[in-house]
């Protein structure tokens, strides 16, 4: 369900009118002389999705920090929460919806120019592998929806007046799982590779264009995902075997992340803003996952 209604109202001043020219070469030349005012969040116009709760909702709460002018956009109704919090704007809309991600974007761009699109969405299976074949290929058709089709939706949606601008980027969350086989759970996996991937094309085909597209990968973060996680993952043991959550928590860590300890929202949200701000970094895919992926 897509809702209509803006938080609060903010002034557009600050924000740079339209470029009127689609040429790529002047695009170009514009981008490079613009460059050191594109590194700025103060005063931008970041577009948020997934922003209800969790990673998103951190990396609201950084850009807002930053001084940016937001809009938060998620299909739950926390999403009005964290924008009252916030002082900015808030739209409720389900990203597996083209129609309603087209309003959202509609909405977006009427208010102020988008400079910066944060996609933060993220859904695992609630099943678990190991093997694959436990699961059943109906299994996997919503988690490529959220997690990969979703984000499809948001970039066809925002990237024709950013593109016509010469300005901005767009910032995917993905996962370490989605760099190898996680066999915990195959669809989510899968999803993020094929995000990954995506998220690597809209770097190639905006870069002409000044326009810049990197990817998050997170490791072990304490979520309420990681708990529902920990859930799947102990229910294949008695329950006279089955770890706490802290103690599973710490296991997993010991096996697989050299520094041995969780990343938190927070670490995500610093990546994030220093994605929006990196003008020469696009294509790219920075692991936070204290050291997960270069272990291998």
């Not at 409720?92 to 699109?117: I, L, M, S």
């Not at 997170?218 to 979520?223: K, L, M, W, Y």
């Amino acid at each position: 369900m897509l809702g209509t209604t803006w938080s609060w109202s903010n002034s557009t001043d600050g924000f740079p009118p339209p470029a009127t020219s689609s040429n790529p070469a002047e695009v170009s030349t514009r981008t490079l002389r613009e460059s050191a005012n594109m590194s700025q969040i103060d005063n931008r116009h970041p577009v948020v999705f997934g922003a209800g709760r969790g990673i998103g909702a951190a990396i609201a709460r950084a850009l807002h920090a930053a001084g940016a002018e937001l809009t938060l956009v998620d299909r739950d109704q926390q999403v009005g929460t964290v924008a009252a919090e916030l002082n900015c704007h808030s739209l409720r809309a389900d990203v597996t919806d083209w129609d309603a991600v087209q309003a959202v974007a509609a909405k977006c761009e009427g208010q102020a120019p988008v400079h910066h699109v944060l996609y933060a969405v993220g859904l695992g299976s609630g099943k678990s592998g190991f093997p694959f074949w436990r699961m059943t290929p109906s299994d996997w058709k919503g988690i490529f929806e959220v997690n990969t089709l979703g984000a499809v939706h948001v970039a066809h949606a925002f990237v024709e007046p950013m593109v016509q601008r010469g300005d901005g980027s767009f910032v995917l969350l993905a996962s370490v799982s989605g760099q190898f086989g996680a066999r915990n759970d195959p669809p989510y996996s899968a999803a993020k590779a094929a995000l990954i991937n995506f998220g690597q094309v809209m770097a190639m085909d905006m870069a002409e264009f000044g326009v810049r597209c990197n990817l998050i990968a997170p490791g072990i973060v304490d979520t309420p995902m990681q708990e529902r996680v920990y859930r799947v993952n102990v229910a294949r043991f008695v329950e006279a075997q089955r770890p706490d959550y802290v103690t599973w928590m710490q296991e997993k860590l010991d096996v697989n992340v050299p520094l041995r300890r969780p990343q938190t929202v927070e670490d995500i949200a610093e990546a994030a803003l220093y994605l929006c701000r990196a003008v020469n970094v696009t294509g790219q895919v920075l692991n936070v996952d204290g050291g997960w992926v270069q272990k291998g």
